[in-house]
């Protein structure tokens, strides 16, 4: 028989509810897709009118990178906020006995 160890394997270096890491991880994916939308408005802005195909490749790039951003920011936040509901919920229902 082996001894048992005195380490936990998925212990935490600080303690928070699931709400309130729920609840961060929806204010990082808000600041994710207004960071996105920041770097579409600053990296692009407004477009060349006649431009060169380099350049016409780098704002289909920024645009690329700043769509996927807004949309990745969006998801996160939207995840974490159904997860928030469903455990604010689950708290409110009581179990049948």
């Known amino acids: ?10 212990e935490h270096p600080f303690k928070m509810s699931a709400m309130k890491l ?10 994710m897709a207004i960071g996105g939308l920041l770097y579409g408005v ?16 780098a704002e289909r790039a920024s645009l690329s990178i ?20 469903i455990i604010g919920t689950s708290r409110l229902v009581k179990p049948r006995s």
């Open 66 to 85: 700043s769509g996927w951003a807004m949309g990745g920011g969006g998801v996160i936040a939207l995840v974490s906020l159904a997860g928030t509901a």
């Open 42 to 57: 600053l990296a692009v802005g407004v477009p060349y009118q006649d431009p060169t195909p380099a350049q016409a490749a």
């Open 1 to 10: 028989m082996t001894k048992p160890s005195n380490y936990k394997i998925l």
């Open 22 to 31: 729920l609840l961060a991880t929806a204010l990082l994916g808000f600041a």
